[in-house]
């Protein structure tokens, strides 16, 4: 950035520096804001239209106008254009564009040099106000911009012609501003891998279980002890083990015990005769190293690999490195087992920023502005940090806590640095130095937790205090003399157990809580292990669907039931995505919000990324919940799942994390009035895929063929060419990727006998089967030549892929003839006319399937539960017959390529869709929306809404205060 950028943000960041805050967008959330799909679309017709065109003193104006409607906000309600301003010296000019507090906007006629307009910008600042100052500023020559961020220090530029690319960056128009979280630093990760080479070493020698466990926390405190001035003189620990113990490692474990013994013995209890070596390490407390323990037997390698680890810098280390740990020394299967998917500082931080730290962070700032009372009103608010209690009750390592601790002790400083200012003298220096030990209230005895994993919750305990080191030390470099909380005084509040049988209140109880917080373990029903099926029931019962949730849902009802009591208590819980969608956003919610809870911020589907070897990427949500009436509701939304969120201000979010009232769609086995039946295709379960006695699976071609397993079936028996049949699930559909099924549903038994290569595969039919846990599976055994579940149908069908991905615009369906077999990975409607077609595959119908159908990760999964929940539009023989032709036309635009060799992976490539086959969609969408209402759906949210209206219709509201009223009427 050159030196006028420089002074550029240096002005900008003014009215921030003196507490200043942007200003609200709310007036832009009075309207729908536009998808950023639509508004890309927007930003390249408004390219094309521009391209060549640019008069500064007669277009500038125009330009502007139709650059606001590309995000869908006319400029008139937010900025003005030349803005009268008083420049540097008495010079006198005019802003072109000028939003307050927003935006400054500096044009020039097409090819001249953007240096002038950026000079003459930075002239305007001065002649601002503090509240005026923009965070953006923008110039340009109409074929070209350059975007400046003075708040975070970015710029951007770019061509006209790339404006579709960049239509993030002017997130702040709509309101949906990109956040921005900064990943934890690549040395904790090596620092966790160092610790697993020692782990492993250890583990190959003999040395495991709980006591491996416990010397690995112990040893890790040490190495981060010795480089951050716990141990002093720093290097203590490394020098003992380099220089005290032999190289071959052979007394290595002996000396470790030792410094344990030492390290839990206070200074006066020590014999005389304590090695001068030992003597010098401080007393701990804690409980950290309480406990004996078997020591291991090192050799020279196993030493080599703790000297490399008490060699590294552990200064630099996060706390939250523990979580890498315990995650990187566990395996796989062990770490499905138990649901665990472990957190990086980026995604803690989404939770607990708009849980508690954004509303902390502004009432600090107001507290700074005010002219009366300020001192004690920062005293207050000190006391109050120091009240807050937090509890994580799924806390593994503790990295929610301990990210939570070290935030709060962040804003604690700040606090605190503008306190201290009152006990200076007239000259700015303090009469007597500070005695930085009285200086903090917040302490690790405000953090609770709750861990089945006695590892997990020792390292908890452990990473607390090292990051509360950390921040004491932050507190001595900014106050005065080093400050050390050893030993330790003051413990979090960690109980190993399961959370799910536990009492909450009597860990802390309900009033003195202020926040629950937490990643709980997530595991679809169809993996849970039997403890955790009894947990199930335990918190859920047996009656009704609630065996259908995931596991996760346990704690969001046991936190909802423990906050009951105290409508103080704000509510964030990370979960996976699938309790927002399909079947459980209809079992889960209703009984949420029927408690008096309302969502007031949600991240919608995201990855959530693990830090340690082996990540766990799982496609998450984070719900906030609370009972406080009025608070501003906010969703953050991702255009791509590993991406940065947009966050949107909102009236209120329902259970599939939308701006809309709280109704959940629940599961529905039978369609509307009038329609088919949907249902999946045929299942072969045919004994292809056999778990191999020492862990694997072995996979054969058994009533299922690919192309080259077909051409080798024929090779070895040309008559069996009339049996097979294209068989297609989604995936085959989609891919153009067709495979073949031995369908010998009625074939005379006499013609199968006589084909070997038949009766091979006939025969694993039957040992599958055989094998299976399932009753009627093996029934059909006896039938190894027909398929388990036989739903073929004589007649043509619709085909519906129950799989697709999320970055398609539509799911691409297919009418198919009944010779094409219909797998189970395929939702079928038999004789469905063309009308179905047309509907289903409209942006009507993909708006309701993207918001209620569930997922298979992040990608959409299709039920019949889409299906049969949606309101279709009452229509007129005249309006079937031109919605008929616009499915045809859809289905004709297609048939070109399909010939041509593309498939409908292809063609529905949102990014490279043939020009006629958009069209063709476009137009079939403009009449089904028609169908609905005459005014034009701008975009999708609108669809989603007027559609929930006409749901509303037909099912109960699920608005805990609106079901209220109601019972309430009824009883007068």
Request: proline letters at 5%; a neutral charge.
């Amino acid at each position: 950035m050159d030196v006028c950028t420089d002074q550029l943000v240096l002005l900008g960041l003014k009215h921030r520096a003196l507490g200043e805050a942007s200003p609200p967008h709310n007036l832009l959330r009075t309207q729908m804001s536009l998808s950023q799909n639509e508004i890309r679309s927007r930003a390249a017709g408004f390219a094309r239209e521009w391209a060549g065109h640019g008069y500064e003193k007669g277009e500038t104006q125009l330009f502007y106008r139709e650059f606001f409607d590309v995000f869908g906000v006319p400029v008139r309600r937010v900025a003005t254009f030349e803005q009268p301003v008083k420049g540097l010296g008495e010079k006198r000019g005019f802003i072109d564009l000028f939003w307050k507090g927003v935006l400054l906007v500096e044009q020039k006629s097409i090819g001249l040099d953007l240096v002038k307009a950026r000079k003459q910008a930075l002239e305007y600042f001065p002649g601002l106000k503090d509240n005026e100052l923009p965070r953006f500023v923008l110039l340009s020559d109409f074929q070209s911009f350059e975007l400046y961020d003075l708040e975070n220090d970015e710029e951007v530029a770019f061509p006209l012609a790339d404006l579709p690319k960049h239509v993030d960056k002017f997130g702040f128009i709509t309101g949906r501003e990109k956040k921005t979280f900064k990943d934890q630093d690549p040395v904790n990760i090596k620092a966790s891998e160092l610790v697993g080479a020692l782990h492993d070493a250890l583990e190959d020698s003999g040395y495991n279980g709980h006591d491996l466990e416990r010397f690995l926390v112990r040893i890790v405190f040490c190495l981060f002890a010795d480089d951050t001035g716990i141990f002093e003189p720093r290097g203590i620990f490394e020098d003992l083990v380099e220089r005290r113990t032999n190289v071959d490692g052979s007394d290595l474990g002996g000396w470790l015990t030792m410094l344990f013994q030492t390290l839990d013995t206070e200074t006066t209890k020590r014999p005389s005769t304590l090695d001068e070596d030992l003597a010098q390490f401080p007393y701990v407390n804690g409980s950290l190293f309480q406990s004996n323990l078997r020591m291991p037997a090192f050799n020279s390698a196993m030493r080599e690999r703790l000297i490399a680890a008490a060699r590294f810098n552990w200064s630099n280390i996060s706390p939250a490195i523990f979580g890498s740990l315990f995650q990187s020394v566990m395996n796989r299967e062990e770490r499905r087992n138990q649901g665990a998917h472990y957190t990086n500082e980026t995604n803690i931080v989404k939770v607990i920023r708009p849980l508690f730290m954004d509303e902390l962070w502004a009432e600090f700032e107001r507290i700074k502005g005010s002219k009366r009372g300020r001192k004690a009103e920062l005293q207050r608010f000190q006391v109050r940090l120091g009240e807050l209690n937090f509890l994580d009750p799924a806390c593994g390592c503790g990295n929610f806590l301990v990210i939570s601790y070290r935030e709060l002790r962040t804003l604690e400083i700040e606090v605190v640095r503008e306190l201290v200012n009152y006990d200076r003298d007239s000259f700015g220096q303090f009469s007597a130095p500070l005695d930085v030990s009285s200086l903090s209230i917040v302490n690790v005895d405000q953090f609770y937790g709750i861990e089945l994993v006695e590892f997990a919750a020792r390292i908890a305990e452990t990473a607390m205090w090292m990051m509360d080191h950390i921040m004491n030390n932050r507190l001595s470099l900014e106050f005065g003399p080093y400050y050390s909380r050893i030993p330790l005084r003051k413990s979090p509040h960690i109980l190993q157990g399961n959370a799910l049988t536990e009492d909450w209140t009597k860990l802390l109880a309900p009033a003195k809580c202020s926040y629950v917080l937490g990643n709980p373990p997530f595991r679809g029903h169809q993996f849970r292990s039997l403890d955790q099926q009894a947990d199930m029931a335990r918190v859920w019962g047996t009656s009704g669907q609630y065996n259908r949730l995931d596991y996760v849902a346990c704690w969001f009802r046991k936190a909802v039931e423990y906050a009951a009591s105290n409508r103080e208590i704000d509510i964030a819980l990370v979960s996976t995505n699938s309790i927002t969608q399909g079947e459980q956003c209809g079992i889960l919610w209703p009984w949420i919000f029927s408690k008096g809870i309302h969502i007031h911020f949600a991240h919608r589907s995201f990855q959530w990324n693990s830090e340690a070897r082996g990540k766990a990427a799982v496609h998450c949500v984070i719900v906030g919940m609370t009972q406080r009436e009025g608070r501003k509701s906010t969703i953050f939304e991702y255009d791509h799942i590993r991406g940065n969120p947009h966050a949107s201000s909102c009236k209120r979010i329902n259970g599939y994390l939308i701006d809309g009232p709280q109704y959940s769609v629940p599961a529905r086995s039978k369609p509307p009035a009038g329609r088919l039946k949907m249902n999946k295709g045929s299942q072969p379960t045919d004994g292809a895929r056999l778990k191999k006695p020492g862990g694997g699976y072995t996979t054969k071609s058994n009533l299922i063929l690919n192309d080259t397993q077909r051409a080798e079936l024929l090779a070895r028996e040309p008559g069996a060419a009339k049996w097979l049949r294209p068989y297609v699930g989604g995936d085959e559909l989609i891919s153009g990727k067709w495979r073949w099924c031995l369908w010998l549903k009625d074939v005379n038994p006499s013609q199968l006998r006589a084909s070997a290569a038949i009766q091979e595969r006939l025969d694993r039919v039957r040992v599958g089967r055989n094998l299976s846990p399932t009753d009627s599976v093996r029934e059909f055994a006896k039938y190894p030549w027909l398929f388990t579940q036989d739903r073929q149908p004589s007649r043509e069908y619709l085909g519906i892929p129950e799989v697709s991905s999320e970055h398609r615009e539509y799911i691409p369906m297919a009418v198919l003839p009944p010779d094409v077999i219909a797998s189970n990975k395929l939702q079928i409607i038999v004789g469905a006319p063309l009308l179905y077609f047309a509907v289903l595959t409209s942006s009507m119908h993909m708006a309701w399937m993207r918001t209620v159908a569930g997922r298979l990760e992040s990608r959409f999964s299709y039920a019949p539960a889409v299906y049969n929940s949606f309101p279709w539009p009452n229509l007129t023989a005249a309006q079937q017959s031109k919605i008929e032709a616009l499915g045809q036309g859809v289905l004709d635009s297609r048939q070109p390529h399909l010939v041509a060799g593309q498939t409908l992976e292809d063609l529905y490539d949102p990014d490279a869709m043939p020009v006629v086959l958009r069209k063709a969609h476009q137009a079939l969408d403009k009449a089904v929306d028609k169908l609905y209402r005459k005014e034009v759906f701008r975009f999708e949210r609108e669809r989603v809404e007027h559609l929930f209206e006409l749901f509303e219709k037909v099912a109960a509201p699920l608005d805990s205060t609106k079901s209220a009223k109601q019972k309430k009427s009824q009883k007068v």
